[in-house]
């Protein structure tokens, strides 16, 4: 995926996550090892990350529990999503829907080292 340079502004945008962590040095190696997060510190110390086309900022919040039950679920595109698996089970995560389940779309399910269930997106190229 290309990398802008700065994000977009708009009304609506969805801009910035909250995920819960168990350890927030350990949240972040995952993204960055898995999705290409930039993660950062800011200027209070706390953790921060920008995803991997510079749309979406978040943080890592060990004050929350784990988003271990499917209601809102937040997709992660990815260009290839067996690749990505394969980074989210070698790097310690689980996947907890396999590929196929949302035929045509190309989707599968994740659990990260805190436990959160997240989705993964794979744009179908025609």
């Known amino acids: ?25 350990e949240s972040s190696s995952f993204y960055h090892a898995v999705f290409d997060w930039q993660v ?3 200027g209070d110390g706390s953790t921060a990350f920008d ?7 978040g943080t ?3 004050d929350r529990k784990a988003y271990t039950e499917v209601g ?3 997709h992660i595109m990815v260009d290839d999503i067996n690749v ?23 989707t599968a399910w994740f659990r990260d080292l ?5 989705g993964l997106y794979q744009h179908r190229h025609v």
Do not use: Q
């Open 40 to 42: 950062r510190k800011r």
């Open 114 to 118: 805190s436990g959160n269930v997240l």
């Open 84 to 106: 990505t698996i394969s980074k989210i089970i070698e790097h310690g995560g689980t996947i907890v829907r396999p590929v196929g389940m949302d035929a045509p779309e190309i």
């Open 1 to 25: 995926m290309s990398i802008n340079k700065e994000p977009n502004f708009g009304n609506g945008k969805i801009c910035y996550i909250e995920l819960p962590s168990r350890d927030v040095d």
């Open 60 to 62: 890592w919040r060990t």
């Open 72 to 74: 809102l679920l937040v």
């Open 51 to 57: 995803d991997g086309v510079n749309e979406v900022s």
